[in-house]
């Protein structure tokens, strides 16, 4: 089974940055990509960016691109998330998660982080 667990959230103003780190333990063969969810309360988990774990494909959600970047050490097993220029909307709680296709949905996740909340003030 894989463990990811995240760190590197906290509360920053609007405009300010945050990196995001998920380090990854156990047998992840099968994982097309890692990826990073969020979720606001009240509403629906979504996607947010995801890396092959070559690094040479990723994929952002369109209310981020621009903005953030997701990159790994792939020797470490972590992946980061650097998000710049944080909005208001950006806060929520942030999960790694190891999905079977690179597809930013829930139901194609394997595994999931424990999640880590991130609160940009306006």
């Known amino acids: 089974q894989v463990q990811l667990v995240e760190s590197g959230g906290g509360s920053v103003q609007a405009g300010g940055s945050l990196r995001l780190s998920c380090v990854a333990s156990g047998y992840t063969y099968g994982t097309a990509c890692f990826a990073w969810f969020r979720q606001a309360p009240g509403k629906e988990r979504e996607g947010v960016a995801a890396?092959?774990?070559?690094?040479?494909?990723?994929y952002y959600a369109d209310s981020v691109k621009g903005r953030f970047t997701i990159s790994q050490d792939k020797y470490k097993n972590t992946r980061y998330l650097q998000m710049n220029s944080l909005k208001p909307e950006d806060t929520a709680v942030y999960y790694c998660a190891a999905e079977t296709a690179c597809r930013l949905y829930n139901d194609y996740v394997r595994y999931w982080g424990q999640g880590t909340q991130v609160n940009v003030s306006s």
């Open positions: 890396i092959s774990p070559s690094g040479r494909n990723t």
